[in-house]
């Protein structure tokens, strides 16, 4: 019987008891070769999906200038995800070309992934970086809302929905959605619920933290098909290689930043030290301090903390910044409403003092860039009301007097229109 064993045509593993061998036509092959002959056909599938095996990763600076064009300030945060993901395209860009390698390869390594927290106050332009980032990006992104999660067994969400969504994202291409990018928002509402809540179970908060520990870290996950056409036996996504980005305004978090960076008076009374004033240009980045300790406190669980390596932290607009956010990017806001203008045929235009009124005002209302939109669209309600209506208007001007409501908007007419009607319009 000796005579018949046989060994494997790619390794010469010898055929044994432990090592059995699938024979061909002219040769036979191990289980260990055709595991690994399966990890390179996978790859090419991988590489074409993703427009071809020699296209180069983008760099991180390409990646921040198309940021840019989007997103004004907040420059560190914009590094930090440029470097983010051209490293994860880096990475299956090299599993592409040499798939993983054996333990015991003296020179084996493999390059984890370093997922991303991102916090800040709100209206900083978190969600709007990971909108933007999903436009730039060749592979599969998902934006999920974590406000919609719940424990497993309990109305909501499951955490494994988030990657039933990123294989629609991929076309139902398995190989394809396990390089994708995922993005939570509003993570900072899975705190877990304080010590005084007399047992309940806080099904949306620490549960979920618990449920999303081996998603975030990697895992293999059963996609639910059933309801859907191509239901059939259900894939199974290993999520080892997703990049998962966290964001949320973490409000509150600056008091826990405070208690310990500025530590109070050490006595009371007559022999107590006065605290001194806090400058409001260190209070603006205090988030760049966070330590763990501090999101630990917050309440996200020890665990979840250390599976977030990168902590990026997203500073308030000043007033610069807030007036560069109307007029710059691609998207401005000023430039949307003077196209609804334009539809109307008239030109919209604002003075430099209206726009730092503007800014001003939204800064007042402590919501960010968001408040932005609020303040033109309070501004413009009663022009874009009268416009359609109005004939011989040719344009808007908008000065710092009418942001400020001392008067109205100044209509521009037409030299048939007369006098009489161009100076009451408006």
């Excluded at 699938?22 to 999906?49: F, M």
């Excluded at 300030?73 to 798939?99: D, I, M, T």
């Excluded at 059933?226 to 409000?251: Q, S, W, Y």
């Amino acid at each position: 019987m000796n005579d018949t064993l046989h060994s494997c045509s790619f390794c010469g593993a010898p055929q044994g008891v432990d090592t059995p061998l699938i024979a061909g036509i002219d040769g036979h092959i191990c289980e260990a070769c055709v595991a690994l002959a399966h990890q390179v056909v996978t790859s090419w599938g991988r590489c074409r999906a993703l427009n071809g095996p020699h296209k180069a990763p983008p760099k991180p600076q390409e990646i921040k200038d198309q940021l840019d064009r989007y997103v004004i300030g907040q420059e560190s945060a914009k590094e930090c995800l440029a470097v983010a993901v051209h490293n994860h395209f880096k990475r299956l860009a090299v599993e592409s070309k040499s798939p993983r390698r054996a333990l015991d390869d003296s020179d084996r390594v493999e390059i984890d992934k370093s997922n991303i927290l991102l916090l800040g106050p709100s209206g900083t332009g978190k969600t709007l970086l990971a909108a933007t980032l999903a436009r730039i990006v060749g592979v599969p992104f998902v934006i999920a809302d974590a406000t919609t999660l719940t424990q497993a067994g309990y109305v909501g969400d499951d955490v494994e929905g988030i990657i039933a969504r990123l294989l629609d994202a991929a076309g139902g291409n398995k190989d394809l959605a396990e390089w994708g990018i995922v993005y939570i928002d509003e993570i900072d509402k899975l705190a877990r619920v304080g010590e005084n809540s007399h047992g309940t179970r806080d099904v949306s908060g620490e549960g979920v933290q618990q449920a999303l520990l081996k998603l975030v870290e990697g895992t293999q996950v059963k996609i639910n098909l059933k309801g859907r056409k191509e239901a059939g036996e259900p894939p199974l996504i290993d999520t080892r290689n997703i990049l998962f980005m966290v964001g949320g305004a973490f409000a509150g978090l600056e008091r826990v930043l405070r208690r310990r960076l500025e530590p109070g008076p050490a006595g009371i009374g007559f022999h107590s030290e006065m605290t001194a004033k806090v400058d409001p240009h260190a209070t603006a980045r205090i988030y760049d301090e966070t330590q763990p300790d501090d999101l630990r406190q917050f309440g996200l669980i020890p665990e979840f903390i250390g599976r977030f390596p990168v902590v990026v932290a997203l500073h308030d607009l000043d007033e610069a910044a807030l007036v560069r956010i109307l007029t710059e990017p691609r998207n401005a806001l000023l430039r949307q409403y003077q196209q609804l203008f334009l539809f109307e045929g008239a030109t919209l235009q604002f003075s430099p003092e209206a726009l730092t009124a503007i800014a001003r005002k939204a800064i007042a209302r402590g919501t960010g860039a968001r408040g932005l939109r609020s303040v033109l669209e309070g501004l413009l309600q009663r022009p874009m009301f009268e416009l359609p209506s109005m004939s011989g208007v040719t344009g808007c001007l908008v000065d710092e007097s009418a942001v400020n409501g001392e008067r109205p908007v100044q209509w521009q007419y037409t030299a048939e229109v007369p006098a009489a009607v161009a100076a009451g319009g408006g």
